[in-house]
């Protein structure tokens, strides 16, 4: 389908450009921007007057609960949800069940989000077999199926040859390594970060030094191997700062944190709600000014959702019995949206982390606007807002610490591979 974007503001992060420009797209790709092309006839133009026309959002974590979690969410459901929040290019980690240790695995997943033609999902393959830390995969047949990485998801490494070995393997064939830095043993347990609030509430707690050791392992072994490895989901501004030292020393590694913790503390918790239930946990005020201060200075490559559908009833339990999780793909936007209003970022910096940025961590052609590139588009009002609640999320998982809360920019209309896959009427 040819089509005409008249009248927008156009984003491009990569470049850092804002300009007042038209978009002609054609065969899935952008055709020409500012003037058309000689003979584009658009077969459907869309009216982008006082919107701001962004490369498609890309978000390096979020589950679809597929396969063996149908319960708690769906791809269907779950790809509108992406579609909603503007987000055309996806990560998926691979703590399903079964879990994504096998090529036939990948390639039954990626044949079921192909049917669906929605947006592109890059799967994540596991790292071990059966995620249970002993026994490395064949990251060769996976990589062939269509992993772009491997990890652990939420599972730590207690084996730490397992974890050499495994980085020795990846470094050979030039492979990512995703790796949420958490010590198993530390952070046995632990439903809070601890401190005061967590000492309060009778709440076990897991402290930062669960997630320093862990880097310090982790940069360690990365001196030793040469492996390309991205930390996800930083809590802590120690966290923060020893992967700035990292990158300072020219160790090849990224991060990325969880738009849940550029807004809330554990104070937010309040009286055991459930809803604040996250994974990472909640840390303190300075930990949180730490990741905001992170992500100015370019120490923090990447905002994601961690987009984890839970079933209500599992958010029904006592604080420390509730399934940690929120859903997060529609509030990625505005989440960031808010946090640069907040930290007076400009919109083109802003939008960096949740495009051009996650596209280089995944080392794919996304997040950016370009003759040529990728028509993948998110049309959106940065001006409007929205409220929060179950009935405004295409996701099945409605949970989310956010319920209630008015929420700015509103994504207007979606554009993956030249086809509209969402138009908010």
């Not at 100015?296 to 029904?316: F, N, Y």
Request: glycine share 8%.
């Amino acid at each position: 389908m040819k089509i005409h974007i008249q009248g927008g503001t156009l984003i491009d992060p990569a470049s850092g450009t804002e300009q007042q420009q038209d978009v002609y797209i054609a065969a899935g790709k952008i055709v020409a921007l500012g003037a058309a092309p000689a003979d584009f006839q658009a077969e459907r133009t869309l009216d982008a007057r006082g919107l701001h026309v962004a490369p498609g959002l890309v978000d390096l974590c979020a589950r679809l609960r597929e396969p063996g979690y149908e319960h708690k969410a769906t791809l269907e459901s779950e790809m509108a949800a992406a579609l909603a929040g503007g987000v055309t290019s996806l990560v998926c980690p691979p703590d399903t069940d079964p879990v994504l240790d096998e090529a036939g695995l990948i390639e039954m997943l990626k044949f079921r989000v192909g049917k669906l033609e929605r947006s592109r999902v890059y799967p994540l393959g596991a790292l071990t077999v059966g995620l249970k830390g002993e026994v490395i995969t064949e990251m060769v047949s996976l990589t062939e199926a269509g992993c772009i990485g491997f990890t652990q998801a939420d599972r730590p490494i207690a084996d730490t040859q397992a974890l050499l070995r495994a980085l020795q393997y990846a470094s050979t064939y030039g492979y990512a390594v995703w790796l949420r830095p958490q010590d198993a043993w530390l952070s046995k347990g632990g439903v809070a970060a601890s401190g005061a609030l967590a000492s309060r509430l009778g709440l076990s707690g897991v402290p930062v030094s669960a997630e320093t050791i862990a880097l310090f392992t982790l940069f360690e072994l990365m001196r030793v191997t040469g492996a390309r490895v991205h930390v996800m989901h930083l809590s802590s501004a120690a966290g923060v700062e020893l992967v700035r030292a990292a990158k300072a020393e020219g160790l090849p590694v990224t991060c990325d944190v969880s738009a849940n913790h550029l807004h809330l503390i554990d104070m937010d918790i309040g009286y055991f709600d459930a809803q604040f239930r996250l994974d990472p946990p909640l840390r303190q005020q300075r930990d949180r000014e730490a990741i905001r201060a992170g992500l100015a200075d370019g120490t923090i490559d990447a905002i994601c959702s961690v987009h984890t559908p839970v079933d209500d009833d599992e958010k029904l339990l006592p604080f420390a019995e509730a399934t940690p999780g929120a859903t997060g793909l529609e509030l990625l936007l505005s989440l960031t949206v808010k946090w640069a209003q907040e930290a007076d970022v400009p919109l083109a910096k802003a939008l960096a982390p949740i495009t051009s940025a996650p596209a280089a961590v995944m080392q794919v052609d996304a997040g950016r606007l370009a003759v040529g590139g990728n028509a993948d588009f998110c049309v959106f009002d940065a001006q409007a807002h929205w409220q929060v609640e179950p009935r405004a999320l295409k996701s099945q998982g409605h949970n989310t610490p956010f319920l209630g809360y008015e929420l700015p920019a509103v994504v207007r209309t979606t554009i993956v591979a030249g086809r509209i896959g969402f138009e908010r009427r």
